[in-house]
């Protein structure tokens, strides 16, 4: 399973959970595969990005927008894509 995958299936509240206890080690899913703990911090921590947008939807505008910092820019819309990954595009799955 891919870190995606653990958050889409688990939630955010037990992928903070492995994240705590798991520093820098890898995951075993068992189903057989692992990933990084830093790839599902990473993952969380787009989600918490996206989610001080509140909408995926409001994230994006706020992207888009002339008055948003170049680098503020390019990590949300990082942070977008990864959501997006996890969750599919347009929705929001604040918890």
Do not use: W
């Not at 959970?17 to 990084?36: K, M, P, Q, Y």
């Not at 820019?73 to 997006?84: G, H, T």
């Amino acid at each position: 399973m891919k870190p995606e995958q653990f958050i889409r299936k688990y939630g955010v509240d037990e992928a903070k959970a492995v994240i705590r206890s798991s520093a820098n080690a890898l995951v075993d899913c068992g189903d057989g595969e692992t990933f990084h703990v830093d790839d599902l911090k990473r993952l969380l921590e787009s989600v918490y990005f996206v989610h001080e947008h509140y909408t995926v939807e409001r994230a994006k505008i706020y992207a888009d927008s002339p008055y948003t910092a170049p680098e503020v820019k390019q990590a949300l819309e990082r942070a977008i894509a990864d959501y997006e990954s996890i969750y599919g595009g347009g929705e929001s799955h604040a918890n």
